[in-house]
């Protein structure tokens, strides 16, 4: 715990050096260049275990650390994501992705937004085999205020290794309100391109935004994971599990 909390603290103050220094620097010189209508945020997390987000499997029992920074305006946006594990760097959850999305908005509570890019496996280099391009279809629906429902396809493999062409839906229901957020989520690896199929469901509980600074809030929560369902069990030997998240968000 005291290695964890040490960690965290180091983070934070260097995301509070940075951060600093850019909004100076933007008001100071570029303030009149800044483009309206846009954001950016950078949220960093540490978890006691390694799960793809998108693909809904445990791939590490070991504390993992990621890093996600996007830029967004109204109807585009980028999307850098780095996941680490902290003790084995020979695990699937050493990789990045980037991909450049754009929205689709149909009325007021409709929007489609296709991301694409590249996923980089990097358990030795920046670019090990395995990297490759990656298409991702989000379609989300605003029931309510607090509740939205969002439906995402995650196709793997398509340009450089087709023959490992992979595809995983996802399907979650989140509810927000002040600082707690709750989600319950299911996850599809089909047999479209692949043998290999699983199913898993899963739920979140976040108690979010504890604002540190002006800037910097903190966010904390668990998840469960359940795989009632899997026909490769050597690909994915961890079928269940409760995963402890601490993350600092900077925007």
């Known amino acids: 715990m005291k290695t964890v909390v040490t960690l965290l603290l180091f983070l ?6 940075f951060c600093k220094g850019v909004r100076d620097s ?17 949220i960093t997390r540490l978890h006691s275990m390694g799960q793809f987000f998108y693909g809904g499997r445990i791939v590490s029992e ?30 699937q959850i050493n990789f990045s992705l980037a991909v450049i999305n754009k929205n689709f908005h149909i009325g007021k509570r409709l929007t489609i937004t296709p991301s694409a890019g590249f996923i980089l496996e990097q358990n030795h280099t920046v670019a090990d085999k395995g990297t490759d391009v990656a298409l991702i279809l989000t379609t989300t629906y605003k029931i309510s205020k607090r509740i939205n429902i969002d ?27 002040n600082h707690f957020d709750i989600s319950v989520t299911a996850w599809h690896n089909n047999k479209v391109f692949d043998p290999a199929e699983y199913v898993t469901y899963g739920a979140n509980l976040f108690y979010s935004r504890m604002k540190l600074t002006s800037f910097l809030t903190m966010n904390a929560g668990v998840s469960g994971l359940i795989m009632p369902y899997s026909n490769d069990l050597e690909n994915y030997p961890k079928r269940n599990g409760v995963i402890f998240t601490l993350a600092l968000v900077l925007d």
């Open 62 to 91: 070991n504390p993992t650390l990621d890093f996600n920074f996007t830029y967004d305006r109204k109807n585009w946006g980028f999307q850098f994501f780095k996941a680490t594990d902290l003790r084995d760097n020979t695990t």
């Open 12 to 17: 934070s103050s260097h995301q509070i050096i």
């Open 26 to 42: 933007i008001d100071s010189v570029q303030k009149v260049k800044t483009p309206r209508g846009s954001n950016m945020r950078l």
């Open 151 to 177: 439906q995402s396809a995650l196709v793997g493999n398509l340009l450089l290794e087709p023959e490992e062409r992979d595809w995983v839906n996802r399907l979650r229901l989140t509810y927000t309100k």
